[in-house]
C-alpha cells in the first residue's frame, strides 16, 4: 500500500464531526443524569433506576467512543509524521490502527443509540403499567 501524507489527514474533518457529536451527546445525558438523581432522591422510584442504569451504561459507551476517536486522530497525526520521515511501514500500520479504533468509535456509537433506545422502552412500559 502506498501511503501518502494527506491520506491519514482525510480522517480530521471526520473526527472533529463525530467529536462534536460525541460531546453533545455526553453533555445531554449528564443533564439527565442530574435531574433524574434529583428525582431519585425525592421519589425513590424503581423506573428511575432503570433509566439511572442505563444512563451509566451509555455513559461508559461514550467515554470509549471518545477515547477510540481521540486514539484514531493521534495515530492518523503519527502516521503522517512516519510519512512524512519515510517510515511508510509505520505510517501504514499506524493508519491501519486508526481505522480499526475509527471503526471501534463507531461500533460504541451504534451500541449507545441502540441503548438510548431502552431507554425509552423503560418509560414506555411504565406508561403500559399504570
Given at each position: 500500500m502506498n501511503l501518502e501524507i494527506s491520506t491519514p489527514a482525510l480522517l480530521f474533518p471526520a473526527v472533529s464531526l463525530l467529536f462534536l457529536a460525541y460531546t453533545n451527546r455526553f453533555l445531554h445525558l449528564a443533564a439527565l443524569v442530574r435531574n433524574l438523581h434529583r428525582d431519585w432522591i425525592e421519589l425513590k422510584d424503581e423506573a428511575l433506576r432503570a433509566?439511572?442504569?442505563?444512563?451509566?451504561?451509555?455513559?461508559?459507551?461514550?467515554?470509549?467512543?471518545q477515547l477510540a476517536g481521540a486514539a484514531s486522530l493521534l495515530l492518523c497525526v503519527l502516521s503522517m509524521v512516519g510519512v512524512a520521515f519515510s517510515f511508510p511501514m509505520l505510517g501504514n500500520i499506524l493508519f491501519l490502527v486508526?481505522?480499526?479504533?475509527?471503526?471501534?468509535?463507531?461500533?460504541?456509537?451504534?451500541?449507545?443509540?441502540w441503548c438510548s433506545g431502552g431507554a425509552l422502552q423503560i418509560l414506555l412500559k411504565r406508561v403500559e403499567e399504570e
Open positions: 433509566q439511572i442504569d442505563n444512563l451509566r451504561r451509555r455513559l461508559v459507551l461514550i467515554r470509549w467512543m486508526a481505522l480499526f479504533l475509527m471503526g471501534g468509535s463507531l461500533f460504541c456509537l451504534l451500541f449507545e443509540i
